[in-house]
Protein backbone atom coordinates (compact mmCIF):
# COMPACT_ATOMS: atom_id res chain seq x y z
CA UNK A 1 0.00 0.00 0.00
CA UNK A 2 1.22 3.45 -0.74
CA UNK A 3 2.07 6.06 1.76
CA UNK A 4 -0.21 8.69 0.30
CA UNK A 5 -3.25 5.93 0.86
CA UNK A 6 -1.93 4.82 3.82
CA UNK A 7 -2.42 8.52 5.16
CA UNK A 8 -5.82 9.00 3.17
CA UNK A 9 -7.47 5.86 5.58
CA UNK A 10 -6.36 6.95 8.48
CA UNK A 11 -8.03 10.75 7.71
CA UNK A 12 -11.09 8.61 6.96
CA UNK A 13 -10.93 6.50 10.23
CA UNK A 14 -10.17 9.37 12.72
CA UNK A 15 -12.61 11.25 11.22
CA UNK A 16 -15.59 8.53 11.47
CA UNK A 17 -14.08 8.36 15.27
CA UNK A 18 -14.27 11.84 15.87
CA UNK A 19 -10.48 11.02 17.32
CA UNK A 20 -7.83 13.26 16.13
CA UNK A 21 -4.10 12.47 16.33
CA UNK A 22 -1.51 15.33 17.79
CA UNK A 23 1.14 13.04 17.86
CA UNK A 24 0.77 12.49 13.60
CA UNK A 25 1.93 16.06 11.55
CA UNK A 26 0.07 16.52 8.41
CA UNK A 27 1.86 15.40 5.68
CA UNK A 28 2.24 17.55 2.70
CA UNK A 29 0.24 17.12 -0.46
CA UNK A 30 2.35 15.56 -3.11
CA UNK A 31 2.65 17.07 -6.51
CA UNK A 32 -0.51 15.73 -7.60
CA UNK A 33 -2.40 17.43 -5.06
CA UNK A 34 -5.96 17.22 -5.13
CA UNK A 35 -7.31 20.02 -7.21
CA UNK A 36 -10.18 21.32 -4.15
CA UNK A 37 -7.57 21.78 -2.32
CA UNK A 38 -5.28 23.48 -4.70
CA UNK A 39 -8.39 26.09 -5.03
CA UNK A 40 -8.92 26.61 -1.50
CA UNK A 41 -5.55 27.77 -1.17
CA UNK A 42 -5.36 29.73 -4.45
CA UNK A 43 -8.49 31.91 -3.31
CA UNK A 44 -7.15 32.51 0.07
CA UNK A 45 -4.02 33.74 -1.47
CA UNK A 46 -5.81 36.47 -3.59
CA UNK A 47 -5.50 40.20 -3.06
CA UNK A 48 -8.83 41.39 -1.70
CA UNK A 49 -10.96 43.56 -4.16
CA UNK A 50 -10.54 47.06 -2.88
CA UNK A 51 -13.79 48.15 -1.64
CA UNK A 52 -16.30 50.29 -3.31
CA UNK A 53 -15.89 54.10 -2.36
CA UNK A 54 -18.73 54.62 -0.10
CA UNK A 55 -21.06 57.47 -1.79
CA UNK A 56 -21.85 60.41 0.19
CA UNK A 57 -25.71 61.52 1.05
CA UNK A 58 -25.65 64.08 -0.35
CA UNK A 59 -23.46 67.03 -2.44
CA UNK A 60 -21.48 69.49 0.40
CA UNK A 61 -19.25 72.62 0.22
CA UNK A 62 -17.51 74.70 2.62
CA UNK A 63 -18.34 78.07 3.26
CA UNK A 64 -17.92 81.08 5.61
CA UNK A 65 -21.09 81.58 7.38
CA UNK A 66 -20.50 84.85 8.58
CA UNK A 67 -19.05 86.47 5.27
CA UNK A 68 -21.22 87.71 1.85
CA UNK A 69 -21.34 86.34 -0.82
CA UNK A 70 -21.22 89.15 -2.74
CA UNK A 71 -18.73 87.66 -5.60
CA UNK A 72 -17.15 90.86 -5.74
CA UNK A 73 -15.37 91.24 -2.57
CA UNK A 74 -15.67 87.76 -0.62
CA UNK A 75 -12.72 86.29 -0.05
CA UNK A 76 -10.76 83.70 -2.26
CA UNK A 77 -11.07 80.11 -2.06
CA UNK A 78 -14.04 78.19 -0.74
CA UNK A 79 -16.61 81.25 -0.87
CA UNK A 80 -15.41 82.07 -3.96
CA UNK A 81 -16.91 78.23 -5.38
CA UNK A 82 -20.19 78.62 -3.64
CA UNK A 83 -20.75 81.88 -5.10
CA UNK A 84 -19.76 80.44 -8.71
CA UNK A 85 -22.99 78.80 -8.55
CA UNK A 86 -25.51 81.91 -8.23
CA UNK A 87 -23.73 84.62 -10.14
CA UNK A 88 -22.73 84.73 -14.27
CA UNK A 89 -20.45 86.53 -16.07
CA UNK A 90 -20.91 88.88 -19.21
CA UNK A 91 -18.30 86.13 -20.61
CA UNK A 92 -16.63 83.29 -19.35
CA UNK A 93 -13.31 81.88 -19.89
CA UNK A 94 -13.22 78.42 -21.16
CA UNK A 95 -9.93 75.92 -20.40
CA UNK A 96 -7.94 77.69 -23.52
CA UNK A 97 -8.19 80.97 -22.02
CA UNK A 98 -11.07 82.29 -24.94
CA UNK A 99 -14.17 84.54 -23.68
CA UNK A 100 -17.49 82.65 -24.28
CA UNK A 101 -20.86 85.07 -24.23
CA UNK A 102 -23.16 84.28 -21.24
CA UNK A 103 -25.23 87.26 -20.14
CA UNK A 104 -23.67 89.08 -23.16
CA UNK A 105 -25.10 88.57 -26.57
CA UNK A 106 -22.37 90.71 -28.91
CA UNK A 107 -20.10 93.19 -29.06
CA UNK A 108 -19.29 96.31 -31.26
CA UNK A 109 -16.16 98.51 -30.77
CA UNK A 110 -15.77 102.06 -32.61
CA UNK A 111 -13.29 103.13 -34.48
CA UNK A 112 -10.92 104.26 -32.28
CA UNK A 113 -10.82 100.78 -30.07
CA UNK A 114 -11.16 102.35 -26.72
CA UNK A 115 -15.32 102.43 -27.17
CA UNK A 116 -17.06 98.67 -26.33
CA UNK A 117 -20.86 98.39 -26.69
CA UNK A 118 -22.64 95.56 -25.43
CA UNK A 119 -25.42 93.79 -26.39
CA UNK A 120 -27.60 92.03 -23.13
CA UNK A 121 -29.01 88.80 -23.82
CA UNK A 122 -32.77 88.95 -24.11
CA UNK A 123 -34.86 86.79 -21.51
CA UNK A 124 -31.79 86.71 -18.56
CA UNK A 125 -33.38 86.74 -15.21
CA UNK A 126 -32.24 87.07 -11.92
CA UNK A 127 -33.67 84.41 -9.34
CA UNK A 128 -36.46 87.10 -8.15
CA UNK A 129 -37.59 87.10 -11.14
CA UNK A 130 -36.54 90.69 -12.14
CA UNK A 131 -35.17 91.41 -15.66
CA UNK A 132 -31.12 91.69 -16.38
CA UNK A 133 -30.76 95.13 -17.22
CA UNK A 134 -27.85 97.29 -18.58
CA UNK A 135 -28.05 99.48 -14.98
CA UNK A 136 -27.33 96.28 -12.70
CA UNK A 137 -24.32 95.17 -15.22
CA UNK A 138 -23.06 99.02 -14.66
CA UNK A 139 -23.38 99.23 -11.00
CA UNK A 140 -21.49 95.58 -10.67
CA UNK A 141 -18.46 97.01 -13.18
CA UNK A 142 -18.09 100.36 -10.81
CA UNK A 143 -18.21 98.55 -7.90
CA UNK A 144 -15.17 96.19 -9.36
CA UNK A 145 -13.22 98.57 -10.13
CA UNK A 146 -13.43 99.86 -6.85
CA UNK A 147 -12.35 96.25 -5.55
CA UNK A 148 -9.16 94.66 -4.69
CA UNK A 149 -10.05 91.53 -6.40
CA UNK A 150 -11.12 93.12 -9.66
CA UNK A 151 -9.52 96.46 -10.12
CA UNK A 152 -6.54 95.63 -11.28
CA UNK A 153 -7.70 94.34 -14.39
CA UNK A 154 -10.31 96.84 -14.44
CA UNK A 155 -7.38 99.52 -14.23
CA UNK A 156 -8.06 100.86 -17.83
CA UNK A 157 -11.66 101.32 -17.46
CA UNK A 158 -11.96 105.10 -17.95
CA UNK A 159 -15.96 104.74 -17.64
CA UNK A 160 -19.06 102.11 -17.82
CA UNK A 161 -22.86 103.44 -18.63
CA UNK A 162 -26.15 102.22 -19.39
CA UNK A 163 -27.04 104.35 -23.09
CA UNK A 164 -30.71 104.52 -24.17
CA UNK A 165 -31.08 101.68 -26.18
CA UNK A 166 -30.46 99.50 -22.78
CA UNK A 167 -26.84 98.85 -24.08
CA UNK A 168 -23.60 98.78 -21.91
CA UNK A 169 -21.19 101.40 -23.13
CA UNK A 170 -17.71 100.83 -21.68
CA UNK A 171 -14.70 103.26 -22.30
CA UNK A 172 -11.00 102.55 -22.02
CA UNK A 173 -8.22 104.46 -21.89
CA UNK A 174 -6.08 102.95 -24.62
CA UNK A 175 -7.39 100.63 -27.01
CA UNK A 176 -7.29 96.25 -26.13
CA UNK A 177 -8.58 93.98 -28.88
CA UNK A 178 -8.72 91.20 -25.79
CA UNK A 179 -10.50 93.16 -23.18
CA UNK A 180 -13.84 91.00 -23.63
CA UNK A 181 -11.58 88.09 -21.70
CA UNK A 182 -11.94 90.32 -18.58
CA UNK A 183 -14.83 90.43 -18.18
CA UNK A 184 -15.61 87.16 -16.58
CA UNK A 185 -16.60 89.16 -13.73
CA UNK A 186 -19.89 87.96 -11.70
CA UNK A 187 -22.98 90.26 -12.01
CA UNK A 188 -25.24 90.83 -9.19
CA UNK A 189 -28.61 93.09 -9.10
CA UNK A 190 -27.71 96.37 -8.54
CA UNK A 191 -28.24 97.31 -4.59
CA UNK A 192 -28.43 93.88 -3.10
CA UNK A 193 -24.93 94.19 -2.70
CA UNK A 194 -25.36 94.61 0.86
CA UNK A 195 -27.21 91.52 1.67
CA UNK A 196 -24.97 88.38 2.87
CA UNK A 197 -26.03 86.58 -0.67
CA UNK A 198 -26.31 89.82 -3.44
CA UNK A 199 -29.12 88.48 -6.38
CA UNK A 200 -27.63 86.76 -9.00
CA UNK A 201 -29.28 85.54 -12.31
CA UNK A 202 -26.85 81.88 -11.78
CA UNK A 203 -28.40 78.15 -11.60
CA UNK A 204 -28.58 77.67 -7.34
CA UNK A 205 -29.85 80.58 -5.00
CA UNK A 206 -28.79 80.50 -1.40
CA UNK A 207 -31.59 79.57 1.04
CA UNK A 208 -31.13 79.88 4.96
CA UNK A 209 -33.58 77.63 6.64
CA UNK A 210 -33.77 75.99 10.62
CA UNK A 211 -31.97 73.26 9.64
CA UNK A 212 -29.04 75.43 7.86
CA UNK A 213 -27.92 77.16 5.06
CA UNK A 214 -27.96 75.27 1.76
CA UNK A 215 -27.80 76.35 -2.28
CA UNK A 216 -31.39 75.26 -4.25
CA UNK A 217 -31.68 74.81 -7.48
CA UNK A 218 -33.44 77.73 -9.09
CA UNK A 219 -36.47 76.63 -11.35
CA UNK A 220 -36.58 79.46 -13.27
CA UNK A 221 -33.05 79.39 -13.80
CA UNK A 222 -33.12 81.57 -17.74
CA UNK A 223 -30.48 78.73 -18.89
CA UNK A 224 -32.88 76.13 -18.37
CA UNK A 225 -29.68 73.66 -18.42
CA UNK A 226 -30.09 70.58 -16.11
CA UNK A 227 -28.04 70.56 -13.19
CA UNK A 228 -26.62 67.42 -11.32
CA UNK A 229 -28.21 67.67 -8.22
CA UNK A 230 -31.40 69.91 -6.32
CA UNK A 231 -29.90 70.69 -3.21
CA UNK A 232 -26.37 71.62 -2.07
CA UNK A 233 -25.47 71.26 1.59
CA UNK A 234 -23.34 74.16 2.99
CA UNK A 235 -20.74 73.43 6.27
CA UNK A 236 -19.25 76.14 8.26
CA UNK A 237 -15.32 76.47 8.10
CA UNK A 238 -13.45 79.23 9.98
CA UNK A 239 -10.54 78.91 7.13
CA UNK A 240 -8.72 77.42 4.62
CA UNK A 241 -6.75 75.04 6.81
CA UNK A 242 -9.81 73.65 8.54
CA UNK A 243 -11.60 73.26 4.80
CA UNK A 244 -8.89 71.06 3.93
CA UNK A 245 -9.53 69.21 6.95
CA UNK A 246 -13.39 68.78 6.62
CA UNK A 247 -12.12 67.45 3.07
CA UNK A 248 -10.06 65.03 4.39
CA UNK A 249 -12.77 63.98 6.76
CA UNK A 250 -15.24 63.53 4.40
CA UNK A 251 -18.02 66.25 5.57
CA UNK A 252 -17.17 68.28 2.09
CA UNK A 253 -16.89 66.27 -1.31
CA UNK A 254 -15.34 69.04 -3.41
CA UNK A 255 -12.72 71.69 -2.51
CA UNK A 256 -10.12 73.86 -4.55
CA UNK A 257 -6.56 74.91 -3.45
CA UNK A 258 -3.31 75.89 -4.26
CA UNK A 259 -1.32 72.98 -3.89
CA UNK A 260 2.08 74.78 -3.44
CA UNK A 261 0.68 76.92 -0.51
CA UNK A 262 1.91 76.29 2.90
CA UNK A 263 -1.33 74.74 4.37
CA UNK A 264 -1.66 71.48 6.00
CA UNK A 265 -1.84 68.94 3.05
CA UNK A 266 -5.34 67.07 2.67
CA UNK A 267 -5.04 63.66 3.65
CA UNK A 268 -6.98 60.50 2.13
CA UNK A 269 -7.93 59.36 -1.05
CA UNK A 270 -9.51 61.88 -3.80
CA UNK A 271 -9.71 62.48 -7.63
CA UNK A 272 -7.70 65.57 -9.13
CA UNK A 273 -8.75 68.16 -11.81
CA UNK A 274 -6.59 70.56 -13.53
CA UNK A 275 -7.56 74.05 -13.29
CA UNK A 276 -5.05 75.91 -14.95
CA UNK A 277 -4.49 79.34 -14.03
CA UNK A 278 -2.61 82.81 -15.12
CA UNK A 279 -0.10 82.49 -12.48
CA UNK A 280 3.50 82.95 -13.87
CA UNK A 281 6.85 81.80 -11.92
CA UNK A 282 9.96 83.10 -13.47
CA UNK A 283 13.09 84.34 -12.74
CA UNK A 284 13.96 88.14 -13.00
CA UNK A 285 17.03 89.94 -13.89
CA UNK A 286 18.94 93.51 -12.87
CA UNK A 287 19.50 94.47 -16.21
CA UNK A 288 21.49 97.74 -14.86
CA UNK A 289 24.31 95.05 -13.09
CA UNK A 290 27.58 94.30 -14.50
CA UNK A 291 26.70 90.70 -15.92
CA UNK A 292 22.81 90.95 -16.64
CA UNK A 293 22.96 94.39 -18.36
CA UNK A 294 24.40 92.21 -21.37
CA UNK A 295 21.31 90.87 -23.50
CA UNK A 296 23.00 88.04 -24.85
CA UNK A 297 24.16 86.82 -21.10
CA UNK A 298 20.12 86.94 -19.83
CA UNK A 299 19.92 84.91 -23.42
CA UNK A 300 22.42 82.63 -22.21
CA UNK A 301 21.10 81.92 -18.69
CA UNK A 302 17.95 81.52 -19.69
CA UNK A 303 18.63 78.10 -22.57
CA UNK A 304 19.96 76.59 -19.10
CA UNK A 305 17.17 76.91 -16.97
CA UNK A 306 15.46 73.56 -16.45
CA UNK A 307 11.29 74.40 -16.74
CA UNK A 308 10.56 70.80 -17.36
CA UNK A 309 11.90 69.73 -14.56
CA UNK A 310 11.35 72.36 -11.84
CA UNK A 311 7.36 71.93 -13.03
CA UNK A 312 7.71 68.17 -12.86
CA UNK A 313 9.95 67.48 -9.82
CA UNK A 314 10.08 70.52 -7.91
CA UNK A 315 7.06 71.55 -8.08
CA UNK A 316 5.66 68.20 -8.50
CA UNK A 317 3.83 67.71 -11.48
CA UNK A 318 1.57 71.34 -10.33
CA UNK A 319 2.70 73.37 -13.05
CA UNK A 320 3.11 73.74 -16.65
CA UNK A 321 6.55 74.94 -18.08
CA UNK A 322 6.61 77.79 -20.20
CA UNK A 323 9.33 79.42 -22.36
CA UNK A 324 7.10 82.79 -22.74
CA UNK A 325 4.40 84.70 -20.49
CA UNK A 326 1.50 83.32 -21.84
CA UNK A 327 0.17 80.28 -20.27
CA UNK A 328 0.74 77.27 -22.18
CA UNK A 329 -2.48 76.25 -21.97
CA UNK A 330 -3.93 79.37 -23.79
CA UNK A 331 -4.55 79.04 -27.57
CA UNK A 332 -2.07 82.02 -28.53
CA UNK A 333 1.21 80.00 -26.85
CA UNK A 334 3.27 80.04 -29.33
CA UNK A 335 4.41 76.18 -29.39
CA UNK A 336 6.12 76.70 -32.82
CA UNK A 337 8.50 79.12 -31.42
CA UNK A 338 9.87 77.10 -28.23
CA UNK A 339 13.72 76.13 -28.54
CA UNK A 340 15.77 73.23 -26.91
CA UNK A 341 17.38 73.85 -24.01
CA UNK A 342 20.34 72.92 -21.84
CA UNK A 343 23.07 73.52 -19.74
CA UNK A 344 25.89 72.89 -22.30
CA UNK A 345 24.03 74.97 -24.64
CA UNK A 346 24.09 77.51 -21.79
CA UNK A 347 27.62 77.11 -20.75
CA UNK A 348 28.44 77.09 -24.57
CA UNK A 349 26.46 80.54 -25.12
CA UNK A 350 28.50 82.14 -21.80
CA UNK A 351 31.73 81.69 -23.11
CA UNK A 352 30.82 83.25 -26.35
CA UNK A 353 28.93 85.73 -24.32
CA UNK A 354 32.56 86.59 -22.42
CA UNK A 355 31.17 84.93 -18.99
CA UNK A 356 34.19 82.48 -19.11
CA UNK A 357 37.19 84.83 -17.98
CA UNK A 358 38.52 82.62 -15.01
CA UNK A 359 37.11 85.32 -12.59
CA UNK A 360 34.33 83.96 -9.88
CA UNK A 361 31.38 86.24 -10.18
CA UNK A 362 29.32 85.79 -6.62
CA UNK A 363 25.32 86.20 -7.69
CA UNK A 364 22.36 86.32 -5.67
CA UNK A 365 19.16 84.79 -6.23
CA UNK A 366 16.57 86.77 -4.38
CA UNK A 367 13.14 84.74 -3.03
CA UNK A 368 10.64 85.32 -0.46
CA UNK A 369 10.95 83.10 1.98
CA UNK A 370 7.08 82.33 3.06
CA UNK A 371 6.84 79.99 -0.25
CA UNK A 372 8.58 76.96 0.44
CA UNK A 373 7.94 75.88 -3.46
CA UNK A 374 9.51 78.81 -4.71
CA UNK A 375 12.57 78.18 -2.19
CA UNK A 376 12.99 75.01 -3.18
CA UNK A 377 13.09 76.19 -6.87
CA UNK A 378 15.12 79.17 -6.81
CA UNK A 379 17.60 76.35 -5.18
CA UNK A 380 17.15 73.54 -8.12
CA UNK A 381 17.60 76.48 -10.55
CA UNK A 382 20.46 77.84 -8.80
CA UNK A 383 22.43 74.56 -8.93
CA UNK A 384 21.95 74.07 -12.34
CA UNK A 385 22.95 77.61 -13.37
CA UNK A 386 26.27 77.25 -11.28
CA UNK A 387 28.57 77.26 -14.19
CA UNK A 388 31.47 78.28 -15.09
CA UNK A 389 32.83 81.65 -13.12
CA UNK A 390 29.05 81.88 -12.05
CA UNK A 391 28.50 80.71 -8.52
CA UNK A 392 25.00 81.41 -7.55
CA UNK A 393 23.69 81.86 -4.07
CA UNK A 394 19.65 81.68 -3.28
CA UNK A 395 18.89 84.25 -0.17
CA UNK A 396 15.67 83.92 0.93
CA UNK A 397 13.99 86.61 2.83
CA UNK A 398 10.85 87.77 4.56
CA UNK A 399 8.18 89.28 1.85
CA UNK A 400 8.15 92.95 3.34
CA UNK A 401 12.21 92.48 2.47
CA UNK A 402 11.95 90.79 -0.63
CA UNK A 403 9.90 93.43 -2.00
CA UNK A 404 12.40 95.87 -0.69
CA UNK A 405 15.36 94.40 -1.97
CA UNK A 406 13.19 93.89 -5.43
CA UNK A 407 11.90 97.79 -5.20
CA UNK A 408 15.62 98.74 -4.79
CA UNK A 409 17.16 97.41 -7.33
CA UNK A 410 19.23 95.03 -4.87
CA UNK A 411 19.56 91.91 -6.53
CA UNK A 412 21.45 90.13 -9.48
CA UNK A 413 18.43 87.72 -9.68
CA UNK A 414 15.21 87.12 -8.30
CA UNK A 415 12.64 84.26 -8.67
CA UNK A 416 8.95 85.79 -8.66
CA UNK A 417 5.54 84.93 -8.81
CA UNK A 418 2.75 87.19 -10.53
CA UNK A 419 -1.14 86.31 -11.38
CA UNK A 420 -1.85 87.91 -15.45
CA UNK A 421 -4.72 89.34 -16.55
CA UNK A 422 -6.03 86.72 -19.96
CA UNK A 423 -5.82 89.23 -22.11
CA UNK A 424 -2.11 88.90 -21.80
CA UNK A 425 -0.98 92.77 -21.35
CA UNK A 426 2.93 92.24 -20.07
CA UNK A 427 3.03 96.09 -19.86
CA UNK A 428 3.40 96.58 -16.42
CA UNK A 429 6.06 93.49 -16.40
CA UNK A 430 8.32 94.13 -18.98
CA UNK A 431 7.50 97.66 -19.97
CA UNK A 432 9.40 100.56 -19.80
CA UNK A 433 8.86 101.93 -16.27
CA UNK A 434 5.87 99.26 -15.37
CA UNK A 435 5.16 98.58 -11.85
CA UNK A 436 6.37 95.06 -11.63
CA UNK A 437 9.26 95.67 -13.94
CA UNK A 438 11.20 95.37 -11.11
CA UNK A 439 14.56 94.52 -13.06
CA UNK A 440 14.13 98.30 -14.80
CA UNK A 441 14.48 96.32 -18.24
CA UNK A 442 13.66 98.81 -21.19
CA UNK A 443 13.45 98.61 -25.04
CA UNK A 444 11.73 100.96 -27.24
CA UNK A 445 10.90 98.16 -29.89
CA UNK A 446 9.08 96.26 -26.78
CA UNK A 447 7.16 99.11 -25.88
CA UNK A 448 5.92 99.72 -29.35
CA UNK A 449 5.12 95.89 -29.68
CA UNK A 450 3.36 95.99 -26.42
CA UNK A 451 1.40 98.77 -27.70
CA UNK A 452 0.55 97.20 -31.59
CA UNK A 453 -0.48 94.11 -29.84
CA UNK A 454 -3.44 95.13 -27.30
CA UNK A 455 -4.83 97.29 -30.50
CA UNK A 456 -4.25 94.55 -33.13
CA UNK A 457 -7.61 92.82 -34.69
CA UNK A 458 -5.08 90.04 -35.17
CA UNK A 459 -4.12 89.07 -31.54
CA UNK A 460 -2.52 86.00 -32.42
CA UNK A 461 -0.01 87.60 -34.81
CA UNK A 462 0.95 90.41 -32.67
CA UNK A 463 1.24 88.53 -29.69
CA UNK A 464 4.03 86.09 -31.53
CA UNK A 465 6.14 89.33 -32.82
CA UNK A 466 6.13 90.68 -28.94
CA UNK A 467 7.20 87.05 -27.65
CA UNK A 468 9.81 86.74 -30.34
CA UNK A 469 11.23 90.09 -29.45
CA UNK A 470 10.92 88.79 -25.69
CA UNK A 471 13.02 85.92 -26.68
CA UNK A 472 16.15 87.53 -27.94
CA UNK A 473 16.21 90.65 -25.78
CA UNK A 474 14.73 88.03 -22.21
CA UNK A 475 14.19 90.88 -19.66
CA UNK A 476 12.75 87.76 -17.60
CA UNK A 477 12.88 83.83 -17.78
CA UNK A 478 9.35 82.37 -17.63
CA UNK A 479 9.77 79.00 -15.84
CA UNK A 480 5.58 77.62 -15.13
CA UNK A 481 2.26 78.44 -14.85
CA UNK A 482 0.82 77.34 -11.74
CA UNK A 483 -2.33 75.05 -12.04
CA UNK A 484 -5.10 74.40 -8.63
CA UNK A 485 -6.17 71.40 -8.09
CA UNK A 486 -9.63 70.44 -8.09
CA UNK A 487 -10.00 67.60 -5.34
CA UNK A 488 -13.44 65.33 -5.40
CA UNK A 489 -13.50 62.16 -3.26
CA UNK A 490 -13.67 59.14 -6.01
CA UNK A 491 -16.47 57.98 -8.00
CA UNK A 492 -18.61 60.88 -6.42
CA UNK A 493 -18.29 63.33 -9.38
CA UNK A 494 -18.04 62.80 -13.13
CA UNK A 495 -18.13 64.85 -16.21
CA UNK A 496 -15.77 67.82 -14.57
CA UNK A 497 -13.59 69.72 -16.53
CA UNK A 498 -12.26 73.24 -14.72
CA UNK A 499 -11.44 75.77 -16.96
CA UNK A 500 -9.29 78.35 -16.10
CA UNK A 501 -11.45 80.57 -13.68
CA UNK A 502 -14.08 78.35 -12.74
CA UNK A 503 -14.07 75.04 -10.81
CA UNK A 504 -17.73 74.71 -12.10
CA UNK A 505 -17.20 75.15 -15.84
CA UNK A 506 -19.53 72.81 -18.15
CA UNK A 507 -21.91 72.10 -14.91
CA UNK A 508 -24.83 71.07 -16.98
CA UNK A 509 -22.49 68.08 -18.02
CA UNK A 510 -21.25 66.61 -14.43
CA UNK A 511 -22.82 63.51 -12.51
CA UNK A 512 -23.33 63.65 -9.04
CA UNK A 513 -23.34 59.95 -7.56
CA UNK A 514 -24.79 59.66 -3.84
CA UNK A 515 -26.34 57.46 -2.21
CA UNK A 516 -29.80 55.73 -2.96
CA UNK A 517 -29.85 58.08 -5.97
CA UNK A 518 -31.11 56.77 -9.85
CA UNK A 519 -27.47 57.72 -10.62
CA UNK A 520 -25.52 55.47 -8.42
Known sequence: MSRRLLALLLALLLALTGCASPEEPEEEPEDAMDWG???????T???????????????TLAYYKDSTFDPITCGEGVQQDAAALMYEPLFQLNGKFQPEPVLCDSCAWDETGKVCTLTLREGVTFQDGARLTARDVVSTLQRAAASDRYGYRLRHMVSAAANRAGQVVITLAAPNSGFLTLLDIPITKANTEHQLAPTGTGPYLFISGEEGNYLQANAEWWQGKPLPVQTIRLEDTKDRDTARYLFSSRRIELLTIDPTDNMAAVTGQSETASRPTAILQYIGFNTASPVFGDPAVRAAF?????RGSTAEAQLAGLALDAQFPVSPAADLYPKDLERVYSRDDAMTALTAAGQNTGETKELTLLVNEEDMFRRTSAQYIAENLTMLDWHITVQALPWEEYLAALAGGSFDLYYGEVRLTADWDLSDLVGTGGALNYGRYTDPVTDQLLAEYLAAADRASALRQLLTQLQSTVPIVPVCFKNYSVLTYPGTVEGISPSSTSTFYGLENWRIHLSGSPAS
Open 45 to 59: EKPEEPAEPEKPDAF
Open 302 to 306: SRGVP
Open 37 to 43: LYQAQAD
